[in-house]
């Protein structure tokens, strides 16, 4: 008999989860509360309460970068996409696996314990509630697939005179769209994405936004050299191992100034007390237009409310009609015991950001409840290709006490990076996590091997980006198509852009000479670096 495993969550990482288990013979249900697929990203304009984004939303990852390894997103599709676009790929890959048969919808899981012979069979509780009432199922292992947007972190407590403040209030959480703001003078505090994005669409429609922030950002573009994805162009193996080997600083340094070169963060009261991956960055291509309109204006944090409006650290003081936080979110387990897994200010103690080392059974995951430096998808993806072979018992977690150790020493590393912040406690670095959790399963490619034995290919892996596919090429999973997928991924970012024909420049027999030049001191660079 097959195992059966629970899959809490029909977001993107429960999609995936539902696949990878079929592909290992397990038997997935998934238990989705809602009435449909997609999570955060399927846009409810009803559902207040709901975690969704707002109706304007384009991703911050291109589509090469953030799509399924064995499922390329079609070449018609924009590099950065609408909502609505994403959730059109998420139903095309739910429809081409069947992966709709094995959800329950409108299912709310309320508690998930270990049954009173779980010492001997791993068994788990798991208690649901839908329209005919409340049951329990029994489940051999459990995929928990609910992200890390649930519950917004509403910090009132930081802000005194509030109570009095007779405008409105609302959280990002709850921001749809901005006809209800047209003439408003509003506050925006936060400087994340969200507060980013939110500021822009007002500037737009209301009479003066406000953007407040504690500590600055930088802010990257979508696109990056020569029209690429931004992404797509730095996210690569080659930019990894030059970030990696060379001293942090200047790491920073050299990103810095590309960032100012675009425009000056200082100049804009953007620039932040912190170095350039301290911190999770915004990804904006109009907030310096914005800015530079008078349309959105800069802000220091907000040090109290007065009846009417607010009065900033510095000061200055700025009559509004309301507010909103875009102050990120808190996440949890609500169905779990503590004893389980306990999360205290968005710490939580995972192996690899996925296992709780507690547990004498390795039948529990968390899936996608990390905050990586690149896409998402791919790395709950990958995490649940690692958690349905060890569920089989193909492979086997470390002991619990070298998890520990594992957790403390990731702990620390990102307490020397970031600073302290609860959103820095789930930051990973894409590639570098990547390719740590494919050498568990024998799927990390070998770029050396690759470059001997064909160099056409160890080109792209090496040098372009890092796209999900170089994570079929090899062991558990291989897919025969992934080496075409690979060498034509540049005509896919290229294709959607060719909506008018237009004649191309033609290269100088110099430029010829020059490329050739630098792909003969990169291949000689990799062979001597890149080794693994």
Request: proline share 5%.
């Given at each position: 008999?097959?195992k059966?495993?629970?899959?809490?969550?029909?977001?993107?990482?429960?999609?995936?989860a539902?696949k990878?288990?079929l592909?290992?013979n397990?038997?997935?249900?998934?238990?989705e509360?809602?009435?449909?697929?997609?999570?955060?990203w399927?846009?409810?304009?009803?559902?207040?309460?709901?975690?969704c984004?707002?109706?304007?939303?384009?991703?911050?990852?291109?589509?090469?970068?953030?799509?399924?390894?064995?499922?390329?997103?079609?070449?018609?599709?924009?590099n950065?996409?609408?909502?609505?676009?994403l959730?059109?790929?998420?139903?095309l890959?739910?429809?081409?696996f069947?992966l709709?048969d094995h959800?329950?919808?409108?299912?709310?899981?309320l508690?998930?314990?270990?049954?009173?012979?779980h010492?001997?069979t791993?068994?788990?509780n798991v208690?649901?509630?839908?329209?005919?009432?409340?049951?329990?199922e029994?489940?051999?292992?459990?995929?928990?697939?609910?992200?890390?947007?649930?519950t917004?972190?509403?910090?009132?407590?930081?802000?005194?005179?509030f109570?009095?403040?007779?405008?409105?209030?609302v959280h990002?959480h709850?921001?749809?769209?901005p006809?209800?703001f047209?003439?408003?003078?509003v506050?925006?505090?936060g400087?994340?994405?969200?507060?980013?994005?939110i500021?822009?669409?007002l500037?737009?429609?209301?009479q003066?936004?406000?953007l407040?922030t504690r500590?600055?950002?930088?802010?990257l573009?979508?696109?990056?050299?020569?029209?690429?994805p931004?992404?797509?162009?730095f996210?690569?193996r080659?930019?990894?191992?030059?970030k990696?080997?060379?001293?942090?600083?200047?790491?920073?340094?050299?990103?810095?100034?590309?960032l100012?070169?675009?425009?000056d963060?200082?100049?804009?009261?953007?620039?932040p007390?912190?170095?350039?991956?301290?911190?999770?960055p915004?990804?904006?291509?109009s907030?310096?237009n914005?800015?530079?309109?008078?349309?959105?204006k800069?802000?220091c944090?907000?040090?109290?409310?007065?009846?009417?409006g607010?009065?900033?650290?510095d000061?200055?003081?700025e009559?509004?009609?309301?507010v909103?936080f875009a102050?990120?979110?808190?996440?949890?387990?609500?169905?779990?015991?503590?004893?389980?897994?306990?999360v205290?200010?968005?710490?939580c103690?995972?192996?690899?950001?996925?296992?709780?080392?507690?547990l004498?059974?390795?039948?529990m995951?968390?899936?996608?409840?990390?905050?990586?430096?690149?896409?998402?998808?791919?790395?709950s993806e990958?995490?649940?290709?690692?958690?349905?072979?060890?569920?089989?018992?193909?492979?086997l977690?470390?002991?619990?006490?070298?998890?520990a150790?594992?957790?403390n020493?990731?702990?620390y590393?990102?307490?020397?990076?970031?600073?302290?912040?609860?959103?820095?406690?789930?930051?990973?670095?894409?590639?570098?996590?990547?390719?740590?959790?494919?050498?568990?399963?024998?799927?990390k490619?070998?770029?050396?091997?690759?470059?001997?034995?064909?160099?056409?290919?160890?080109?792209?892996?090496?040098?372009a980006?890092?796209?999900?596919?170089?994570?079929?090429?090899?062991?558990?999973?291989a897919w025969q198509?992934?080496?075409?997928t690979?060498?034509?991924?540049?005509?896919?970012v290229d294709?959607?852009?060719?909506?008018?024909?237009?004649?191309?420049?033609?290269?100088?027999g110099?430029?010829?000479?020059?490329?050739?030049?630098?792909?003969?001191?990169?291949?000689?660079?990799?062979?001597?670096?890149l080794?693994?």
């Amino acid at each position: 008999m097959t195992k059966r495993v629970c899959i809490i969550g029909a977001g993107f990482s429960g999609l995936t989860a539902i696949k990878c288990c079929l592909d290992e013979n397990l038997t997935p249900v998934c238990y989705e509360k809602g009435n449909d697929i997609g999570g955060l990203w399927n846009y409810q304009e009803s559902e207040k309460d709901a975690a969704c984004v707002y109706k304007s939303t384009i991703i911050n990852t291109s589509k090469e970068m953030m799509a399924f390894s064995d499922f390329p997103i079609p070449k018609e599709f924009a590099n950065f996409m609408h909502n609505k676009k994403l959730m059109e790929y998420a139903r095309l890959y739910a429809t081409e696996f069947n992966l709709l048969d094995h959800i329950q919808f409108g299912v709310e899981v309320l508690s998930c314990a270990l049954a009173s012979d779980h010492e001997m069979t791993g068994k788990w509780n798991v208690r649901v509630k839908s329209g005919e009432g409340e049951r329990t199922e029994i489940f051999d292992a459990l995929l928990v697939c609910t992200g890390h947007h649930a519950t917004p972190h509403y910090p009132l407590h930081e802000f005194p005179g509030f109570e009095k403040f007779g405008g409105f209030t609302v959280h990002s959480h709850s921001y749809r769209e901005p006809k209800n703001f047209e003439d408003k003078r509003v506050v925006v505090i936060g400087i994340g994405n969200s507060g980013g994005d939110i500021a822009v669409e007002l500037s737009k429609h209301a009479q003066q936004v406000f953007l407040s922030t504690r500590r600055g950002a930088w802010v990257l573009n979508r696109v990056g050299p020569k029209g690429v994805p931004l992404d797509y162009a730095f996210t690569s193996r080659f930019a990894t191992m030059l970030k990696d080997n060379l001293p942090f600083s200047w790491s920073n340094y050299f990103q810095e100034s590309i960032l100012n070169n675009r425009f000056d963060h200082a100049k804009y009261g953007l620039k932040p007390k912190h170095r350039f991956f301290s911190q999770h960055p915004m990804v904006n291509d109009s907030l310096p237009n914005s800015i530079l309109s008078g349309s959105v204006k800069m802000k220091c944090n907000v040090a109290e409310f007065t009846e009417n409006g607010v009065v900033f650290e510095d000061g200055s003081s700025e009559e509004v009609d309301g507010v909103i936080f875009a102050t990120g979110y808190t996440f949890g387990f609500p169905f779990f015991d503590e004893s389980i897994i306990k999360v205290t200010r968005n710490h939580c103690k995972l192996y690899k950001h996925m296992w709780p080392p507690a547990l004498t059974k390795a039948n529990m995951a968390v899936i996608g409840g990390i905050q990586p430096f690149g896409a998402i998808n791919p790395i709950s993806e990958i995490q649940c290709r690692w958690a349905t072979k060890v569920f089989k018992g193909d492979l086997l977690l470390p002991s619990p006490s070298s998890m520990a150790e594992d957790i403390n020493q990731t702990t620390y590393e990102m307490n020397q990076q970031f600073y302290s912040s609860q959103r820095h406690t789930i930051q990973v670095d894409y590639v570098n996590y990547m390719d740590t959790i494919a050498e568990k399963i024998g799927a990390k490619p070998n770029v050396i091997k690759l470059f001997l034995t064909d160099p056409k290919l160890a080109s792209m892996v090496a040098f372009a980006g890092c796209t999900p596919f170089q994570y079929r090429l090899t062991g558990p999973g291989a897919w025969q198509l992934a080496r075409e997928t690979i060498l034509s991924q540049r005509y896919r970012v290229d294709f959607p852009l060719s909506t008018r024909n237009m004649e191309p420049d033609k290269p100088s027999g110099w430029s010829w000479l020059l490329v050739s030049l630098v792909v003969v001191f990169l291949g000689w660079f990799v062979l001597h670096y890149l080794n693994g």
